[in-house]
């Protein structure tokens, strides 16, 4: 138990932290791209395509059309749509490829990255940055207030991903204040089908 309580406490230690640290204009950018929004697509690879569909479901549970990119279902993106792309580096190839497609075809792109100077940072529309560790190493962030005995309680995108569901889930109380919605709001829209 003494390795689970020390890393749960780091992790929301760090996750509050970086939140405090978000960019107001940044966040405001995406919060209204998504308002703005016909349909909401969401990217992400491994890890952060897990977060990225758990705030698809809370969106799908407010009452956004969402759409997770891969799902054999989901549409065409155009102009009227918005593209929330996640990828902590900003280099994963299907993040930064979707990214740049949603762009050629007139979406709105979001990017939430660690990495302000990637690939991913530089083509989308508003990027949010979640100063956290990814799968790459320490020494490629320049601030030294993030750095920490993070490594082995943590390894590699722990903190940008968990950090990022946290801010995420927060989005989400933010649109649920916006929009007057409750809780019982959102589970007139839980599945039925389990």
């Known amino acids: 138990m003494e390795y689970v309580k020390t890393a749960a406490r780091n992790i929301a230690k760090h996750a509050l932290k970086v939140i405090d640290q978000l960019d107001e204009e940044q966040v405001n950018s995406m919060i209204n791209s998504i ?45 009227v749509d918005c593209l929330i792309a996640i990828s902590g580096s900003g280099e994963t190839k299907a993040v930064t490829m979707a990214a740049e497609t949603s762009k050629e075809s007139g979406a709105t792109v979001v990017g939430i990255t660690a990495n302000t100077s990637s690939t991913l940072a530089k083509t989308v529309d508003t990027v949010v940055n979640i100063k956290s560790k990814t799968k790459e190493p320490w020494k490629h962030y320049k601030s030294n207030v993030l750095k920490g005995k993070y490594d082995n309680l943590t390894p590699m995108g722990t903190l940008f991903e968990d950090t990022t569901h946290l801010f995420l889930d927060g989005l989400i109380a933010e649109f649920m204040a916006r929009l007057g919605k409750k809780e019982v709001d959102l589970r007139s829209r839980h599945a039925t089908i389990e």
């Open 35 to 79: 308002l703005d929004a016909k349909s909401v697509f969401i990217v992400g690879s491994g890890r952060s395509e897990l977060m990225g569909k758990a705030f698809a479901m809370r969106l799908m549970h407010l009452g956004f059309e969402v759409h997770v990119v891969g799902d054999v279902t989901t549409p065409a993106i155009n102009e």
